[in-house]
């Protein structure tokens, strides 16, 4: 995954799954900020996206690997 320039408009929506999947990789782990490039408000914002999507089933807690 490339480095995104930080944009202060960037909202994460726990229904967005195909936004919330680039953020994950392979093993089905959040993306740090240093590879993701976000601030530290807008990664605090991915995770808990994140987390609401996995309880209610919209995305897997685990690759299916």
Do not use: C, W
């Not at 976000?38 to 690997?65: C, E, I, W």
């Amino acid at each position: 995954m490339k480095k995104y320039k930080n944009d202060p408009n960037l909202y994460f929506d726990y229904r967005d799954t195909k936004t919330l999947q680039r953020y994950i990789d392979s093993y089905g782990r959040i993306e740090p900020v240093a590879k993701t490039g976000l601030s530290s408000k807008q990664q605090r914002q991915l995770a808990t996206a994140v987390k609401r999507a996995r309880h209610l089933a919209l995305l897997p807690f685990v690759s299916n690997n």
